[in-house]
């Protein structure tokens, strides 16, 4: 919040000088967050103040000038002098009749067009609430099952710990045994390096041996950062490691981010 | 502060309603107006022509689009930069696009009551160059990022953060 209001974007809002999308965005948050109004309107203020500071002199006195212009009567009746030459009257009729016409007709247009950009608005907008839905009706469906594999009697947890190479890295392994899979919950490790990707490891200790149980190749692309892969073997550790794309044959020790043992 | 409740009398076409609104923005419409044109009668007739847009297009401002003072000042900058494009403006003035805001506020000796004059004249003092010319492209004539950025010479990824400086030291100074 306090860097969204530290970027400026606000001044330039208040200006006028965003794009449409940058203004629906601003005003999304402006509706969201008090203190972004707040803020709002002070800048306001301060311009309010600077731009009424360069003006020559108070131009309360030509309001009188645009009310004229405007033919407004705040409440006065015009009094409109009644011509009492008989004159062509049938010819003014027909002029009048055609002018109110032409009006009428000029104002409908107006209407429809205005009514049709409405549509198009709406349109729009739909749209994009239909794209929106989907995506978080997808991710409550990953959610979902997710919750559902984590709450299960029959998962063993297993805590990965930090190695020295990353030592902020963590990493959870929820191992579903009698499905003979494991999911690993990576969203405490840093991006991989172009190049480079995750891989997991099942260890037997005496002696050692590991075995690859697979890569994430895709840890960019998901978002909640847990993957699912199958594990056949009767794992007594689990370890991850960065290794070059595609995957080793074998371990790189060195490069062993999170480590965890079996306990029970 | 958005006014609220008058624009909804004015987009209903309330007198009253547009008679306060003019009270409330006239001045500073005024400002800047006067800013771009530098001629107090041309600058009158824009502000008329200004309002008398404000009547007849109220129904075409919604919030959703931005500030009521960002679109009377839309209104005002467009009205008075159509008018320097004219052939009889440009004939008759010259040589006056390279002056800033600050100029015409170093030259007044009095202000409106409206305002905190101490604290304009403090701002005017301490305000760097680069403000004065940032902050009357950006608010004063409507330019873009991009534009101001071009004129300035000053890259675009810088605008926004400096325009906010210059922007803060006006607040501190009016307290607002």
């Given at each position: 919040m306090e860097q969204y209001i530290a970027s400026g974007i606000l001044e330039l809002y208040v200006y006028g000088a965003l794009s449409e999308k940058e203004n629906a965005e601003v005003y999304k948050m402006l509706q969201q967050y008090p203190e972004i109004e707040k803020e709002v309107e002070e800048i306001e203020k301060g311009l309010m103040q600077l731009s009424t500071a360069v003006?020559?002199?108070?131009?309360?006195?030509?309001y009188n000038q645009v009310k004229d212009k405007l033919n407004l009567t705040n409440g006065d009746v015009k009094v409109i002098p009644i011509d009492k030459k008989r004159s062509n009257w049938l010819g003014y009729i027909g002029w009048a009749a055609s002018i109110a016409l032409l009006i009428t007709i000029g104002a409908q247009f107006n209407t429809i067009q205005k009514l049709q950009k409405q549509v198009v608005d709406v349109e729009t907008e739909n749209m994009l609430l239909d794209g929106k839905i989907n995506v978080a009706e997808e991710d409550l469906t990953k959610t979902k099952t997710l919750l559902n594999v984590i709450r299960s009697k029959d998962i063993i947890r297993i805590p990965l710990q930090a190695q020295k190479i990353s030592p902020n890295s963590y990493a959870s392994i929820y191992w579903d045994k009698n499905n003979q899979t494991t999911y690993i919950d990576v969203a405490g490790l840093p991006t991989p390096p172009p190049g480079k990707v995750y891989q997991v490891w099942s260890l037997k200790l005496n002696p050692l041996t590991p075995t690859s149980l697979g890569i994430l190749d895709t840890f960019n692309e998901n978002d909640i950062k847990v993957f699912a892969l199958s594990n056949i073997n009767e794992s007594e550790a689990f370890g991850i490691t960065l290794e070059p794309e595609g995957g080793s044959e074998s371990p790189t020790l060195e490069q062993l981010y999170t480590l965890g043992m079996v306990t029970s | 502060m958005q006014p609220t409740e008058l624009i909804i009398q004015l987009q209903q076409r309330n007198e009253n309603a547009f008679q306060r609104i003019y009270e409330m923005y006239a001045e500073n419409t005024f400002g800047v107006i006067y800013n771009i044109i530098r001629d107090e009668t041309l600058a009158e007739e824009i502000l008329q022509d200004v309002f008398v847009k404000i009547w007849n297009n109220a129904n075409s401002y919604s919030e959703k689009k931005g500030r009521f003072f960002t679109w009377i000042l839309n209104i005002a900058r467009n009205a008075a930069i159509d008018k320097t494009r004219s052939k009889s403006f440009k004939n008759s003035k010259q040589n006056q696009n390279a002056d800033y805001f600050v100029d015409i506020l170093e030259e007044k000796s009095s202000f409106s009551h409206k305002i905190d004059a101490i604290g304009i004249q403090k701002y005017i003092d301490i305000l760097e160059p680069l403000c004065k010319k940032v902050i009357d492209l950006l608010f004063f004539k409507g330019y873009t990022q991009k534009e101001a950025s071009e004129a300035l010479k000053i890259p675009l990824g810088t605008i926004k953060t400096r325009n906010r400086i210059c922007i803060n030291k006006l607040r501190e100074t009016l307290a607002v």
């Open positions: 003006s020559p002199y108070n131009p309360e006195a030509l | -």
